[in-house]
């Protein structure tokens, strides 16, 4: 039995030119499509980024109204049940916190 042979760089290159040829003579045998069957694929793909067009505008007509919604929940919740201290109030809780604490310190 004879050892294999590595084939050499003019066989290599004379192979891939061969089925270069091969592929390229495919693609000419391959008929063309005729003008109804583009017309329908075009219009098929028309209708489709329409969908796709149509499916995005409601998706973000929906994040939009959630986010309405999640805004006005936000403002439902932050409104506040008690009333809010006035600065003067503030002052004064302020003033006897300090005094406590100072009264504390004292009976040391």
Known sequence: MS???EPSFQERAALANKAKLDAVNRLRAKPKLDEATLAARRAAAEAREQAQAKARAEKLAARELEKAAKLERAQMSAEPSVPTKTEEERKLERDAKYAARKG?????
């Open 104 to 108: 504390r310190k004292g009976k040391k």
């Open 3 to 5: 050892s294999y042979k």
